[in-house]
């Protein structure tokens, strides 16, 4: 019996039942239903209406009843397509609220009072923040770099009720991880996709031989993966985690995406470099419980100790973004006019059309700094160079905005 079956009336075979007409006609007046066109009419309409009932019925049904695979099945997802635009441009939300509360805890984080910042912004939620993110983003940023997990976990609750959106994950700055090697300079970059196989193992090892201080994978345009891909880039992660060295991964979802559907409960025969590149991919973007549930899988399928948790150090997640070769990795903190800095700035666009400074770990820069930077890239970019931004926390990309940003220098802030 369906849901809404109490609604439907029983139908004979020649058509619906005839119930009695309601006395609504003046008397002497003929019955309507009398005719045999009017008694077709009203059949088509009880038609119409059990059809449309049976259509509500199975719409509240699906909603309801969804196919999500029973628990403990090993029928997994398919991995979802990622969709690349067109045309990479700056995210709108480079453009910050035009509130006073906004710009002015930028100023204050820059100049270092960030429990003024956090406090202004706190008690702009009640305001600005029930319409506007910009609040609540700069916010975010402020716990991630301060590394306060606690209170980023409770404002984020607050902003996934208040939007009907899906909380943000928490992601430290590597400038509160490990602020005592504060260190900038060129990034290497790899970018890999559509598909991952042994071919890769040449730029890998390029990857493990660059002295950059940095190096930057990219997965955002992975579409598919094998075992004997995921053996050499499982054996390269392990490598650079081991050795110490500053690791950011863009796309790395995904690549989770699209390892997941590979990874079947129980099935020993197939290889597990899968599997240990998905639990070392959980490992760097720290979310431990994922891994444990994971490791569990794995055991059960091999029959094997896992792999133990350890929280990564020197890696940070980014956005997938066009390539442009290599990358200029700003430092933690930028304080006042920075020659080294602007030299070495300098020195990494020679003979470069399109500058492109990475920003995952800059937690903070102050007013000063920033005024002496964009000075700097605006020359740059009168010489006919384009310049970009990339992966701004909110609060700077709020600063750089206040102080003219935009025209000759593109900011693209990570985004919640």
């Not at 019996?1 to 109490?6: E, W, Y």
Request: proline share 7%; with cysteine; aromatic share 6%.
């Amino acid at each position: 019996m369906g849901l809404f079956s109490f609604l439907k009336r029983k139908n004979d075979d020649a058509g619906v039942r005839d119930w009695p007409p309601p006395e609504s006609r003046l008397r002497g007046e003929p019955s309507r239903l009398d005719t045999e066109a009017e008694r077709e009419r009203q059949r088509e309409i009880a038609r119409a209406t059990a059809a449309k009932i049976d259509e509500i019925e199975l719409a509240f049904a699906s909603d309801m009843f969804d196919d999500e695979p029973a628990w403990g099945s090993n029928v997994r997802r398919p991995a979802r397509g990622v969709a690349h635009p067109e045309h990479d441009v700056p995210d709108q939300a480079a453009t910050p609220a035009s509130a006073p509360a906004v710009e002015e805890s930028a100023i204050l984080y820059a100049n270092g009072q960030r429990d003024d910042a956090e406090q202004l912004l706190r008690a702009s939620l009640a305001t600005l923040g029930r319409a506007e993110r910009q609040p609540w983003w700069m916010l975010f940023d402020l716990y991630q770099a301060d590394g306060r997990e606690d209170a980023f976990e409770s404002i984020a609750i607050d902003y996934a009720s208040h939007f009907e959106t899906s909380p943000p994950a928490w992601k430290p700055l590597p400038a509160a991880q490990d602020a005592a090697r504060p260190g900038a300079g060129l990034t290497a970059v790899e970018t890999f996709g559509p598909t991952v196989d042994a071919s890769v193992a040449a730029r890998l090892t390029r990857v493990l031989d660059a002295t950059a201080p940095v190096v930057r994978l990219d997965f955002g345009r992975v579409t598919a993966i094998d075992a004997d891909g995921a053996a050499c880039l499982l054996a390269a992660l392990q490598t650079l985690r081991g050795a110490g060295r500053e690791l950011v991964l863009a796309g790395a979802d995904t690549l989770l995406d699209t390892l997941r559907p590979m990874l079947v409960i129980g099935q020993r025969g197939a290889s597990p470099a899968p599997w240990l590149l998905l639990l070392e991919l959980l490992l760097l973007t720290n979310r431990e419980k994922q891994f444990e549930e994971a490791a569990m899988d794995y055991c059960v399928t091999y029959e094997v100790s896992p792999p133990s948790f350890e929280a990564p150090l020197r890696v940070s997640t980014a956005a997938p973004a066009p390539g442009h070769g290599d990358r200029f990795m700003l430092p933690s903190v930028v304080s006042g006019p920075d020659s080294a800095l602007l030299a070495a700035i300098d020195a990494y666009a020679q003979e470069r059309e399109t500058l492109v400074l990475d920003c995952s770990r800059l937690a903070r820069i102050d007013y000063a700094g920033a005024g002496s930077l964009l000075a700097r890239l605006d020359a740059h970019g009168a010489a006919g160079r384009t310049v970009e931004l990339r992966e701004l926390n909110h609060l700077v990309t709020t600063l750089l905005r206040l102080l003219g940003a935009g025209d000759g220098v593109r900011l693209y802030p990570h985004r919640y």
